[in-house]
């Protein structure tokens, strides 16, 4: 079956500007996981859902960023008047247990 | 806060010798362990869990992993290393909290 996809793999954006991250877990999993990696860096936790609802948003780093999951499926991160530091590869992971399943990533570059 | 530390960021070995690669922990509670692999240009992939139970965990591509509650430790082992075992190696945990994972440690198997 298929894993988690994200759209864009890459995504070039000038400083300021408003971008939209695109998950697609694995079907059927309800819990979905998005991610910050930097370069040498460990994932660095966002957000998670379970279900439709943000049921620990604590590692957003500030109100520019924001996700949703309207229909349990298929999330969005979205970045607002972006900054340079928040150029890193974005992960998305869905789990059904313990495990996660990780997608491969969305590169964001803020130039 | 909890955390999770590989206090190495790479590790050489020759091709056939063991390897070991380094992970100690800090997280509330009964600890949920994890190791991840990650490939270039490519998603986290799951090798193992620590739930609960035995000590020595088995997992994929013939790693195992040693939980050691008086250590804080949870380090990943394989017997005999291969080329195709070269890649970057994140150790995970959980306790009350969300996901914490390390700052990864990189494998290079020498042929």
């Known amino acids: 079956g298929a894993g988690v996809s994200q759209t864009p793999s890459n995504k070039v954006t000038e400083k300021g500007k408003y971008v939209e991250l695109r998950c697609d877990p694995i079907?059927?999993?309800?819990?979905l996981y998005w991610y910050r990696q930097s370069l040498g860096q460990g994932p660095e936790f966002l957000i998670y859902?379970?279900?439709?609802?943000?049921?620990?948003d604590s590692g957003l780093p500030n109100d520019r960023f924001f996700a949703v999951r309207p229909e349990g499926s298929v999330s969005t991160l979205k970045i607002q008047r972006t900054e340079r530091g928040d150029s890193a590869v974005y992960l998305c992971?869905?789990?059904?247990?313990?495990?996660?399943?990780f997608g491969p990533g969305t590169r964001l570059t803020v130039l | 806060a909890q955390s999770v530390a590989q206090p190495e960021d790479q590790v050489n070995v020759a091709e056939g010798n063991p390897l070991t690669v380094k992970c100690t922990y800090s997280?509330?509670?009964?600890?949920?362990l994890f190791w991840y692999v990650q490939y270039p240009n490519r998603g986290l992939q799951f090798l193992l869990k620590?739930?609960?139970?035995?000590?020595l965990v088995k997992g994929s591509y013939g790693f195992e992993a040693e939980f050691n509650k008086s250590q804080t430790s949870f380090h990943l082992k394989k017997p005999s290393a291969l080329v195709s075992d070269s890649a970057l190696y994140f150790c995970?945990?959980?306790?009350?909290?969300?996901?914490?994972f390390g700052t990864g440690t990189k494998l290079q198997v020498i042929p």
């Open positions: 079907s059927g999993h309800t819990a």
């Open positions: 992971a869905s789990s059904q247990g313990d495990e996660q399943f």
């Open positions: 997280v509330s509670g009964n600890p949920y």
């Open positions: 620590y739930i609960t139970g035995d000590n």
């Open positions: 859902f379970q279900g439709t609802g943000a049921a620990d």
């Open positions: 995970a945990g959980r306790g009350y909290q969300k996901v914490t």
